[in-house]
């Protein structure tokens, strides 16, 4: 089970989560995914 907030917040929640679903069955997405969400971490962590 997932929830979504409202605007753009909830619509990138909902693209991740729907990722993840593909990433479970297609090793490319899950590399995207996976490269994605380091880039992530690494923004974060330098802020």
Same mark, same amino acid.
């Given at each position: 089970? *997932?929830?979504m907030a409202i605007g753009v917040a909830g619509a990138q929640? *909902?693209?991740?989560t729907a990722a993840a679903s593909f990433a479970a069955r297609d090793r490319d997405v899950a590399e995207q995914l996976d490269r994605y969400r380091q880039r992530l971490r690494e923004k974060v962590e330098a802020t």
């Open positions: 089970m *997932a929830t929640d *909902a693209v991740l």
